[in-house]
């Protein structure tokens, strides 16, 4: 089956420093990756959507240069957290999808981060 | 740009009652695909039901669905609640991109 996998699942980092979580794919090939925060009081904020082979899609409010992402393959993706403030605290998915517009897009299981 | 409604930010009934969660959405593109999303507490999101044929009904797990292109609407049903079904509930849309456009969400909470 299709899996997803995110790591670490939790990390605690000091303010102003930075971190790097890490998505796999297994059992698909994950032509986009799409990354989103999730904090206590809001929904889905997607980040960044990446397809293997071209530019990847910053949304509003998220740059390249805080949160940047490598798509290098078909089954891994990792982002950086540069800078982390209390701000960017919550849960970190990443949800991967192949094929067409009818695609599921399989989750990982999040990477928590706290801030201090 | 495209986007996803979900009116209830939080629906609680008892256990036993029907379940309808509204999903409404807004693209200019014909032929878009609609999902709903269910995430239980500590658990990532997982797919329950996708569809993109105008006015047939989609079925998973006891619940359902129909995209109603006329009227953008995708809303979810259940005829009777269960407490397992406890949990936020995301519609979401993709107009033919890589791109989800996921709705605020709705809690839903299932009481005995």
């Known amino acids: 089956g299709a899996l997803v996998y995110q790591y670490p699942r939790r990390t605690i980092c000091k303010s102003g420093t930075s971190m790097r979580m890490e998505c796999q794919a297994v059992?698909?090939?994950?032509?986009?990756v799409a990354w989103y925060r999730q904090s206590p009081q809001k929904t889905f904020e997607l980040i960044a959507l990446?397809?293997?082979?071209?530019?990847?899609?910053?949304e509003q409010n998220f740059t390249q240069e805080k949160f940047p992402i490598s798509h290098p393959n078909l089954s891994f993706s990792s982002m950086t957290v540069l800078n982390a403030y209390l701000e960017d605290r919550g849960l970190y998915l990443c949800?991967?999808?192949?094929?067409?517009?009818?695609?599921?897009?399989?989750f990982g299981p999040g990477t928590r981060l706290t801030v201090l | 740009g495209d986007s996803v409604t979900q009116t209830e930010g939080l629906v609680t009934l008892t256990e036993g009652l029907p379940v309808m969660l509204n999903c409404t959405y807004q693209?200019?593109?014909?032929?878009?695909?609609l999902f709903w999303y269910v995430q239980h507490l500590n658990e990532s999101p997982r797919l329950l039901l996708k569809?993109?044929?105008?006015?047939k009904r989609t079925e998973h797990q006891g619940f359902h669905a129909t995209l109603h292109k006329s009227s953008s609407s995708f809303h979810l049903q259940k005829s009777s609640a269960q407490l397992s079904d406890s949990a936020l509930y995301y519609c979401?849309?993709?107009?033919?991109?890589?791109?989800?456009?996921f709705g605020s969400g709705t809690q839903l909470t299932v009481m005995p």
């Open positions: 949800g991967a999808r192949t094929g067409g517009a009818d695609a599921e897009q399989f």
């Open positions: 059992g698909f090939q994950a032509t986009s």
């Open positions: 990446s397809t293997v082979n071209s530019a990847i899609k910053y």
């Open positions: 979401a849309l993709t107009s033919g991109s890589w791109q989800l456009i």
């Open positions: 569809s993109f044929t105008d006015n």
């Open positions: 693209t200019i593109y014909s032929n878009p695909f």
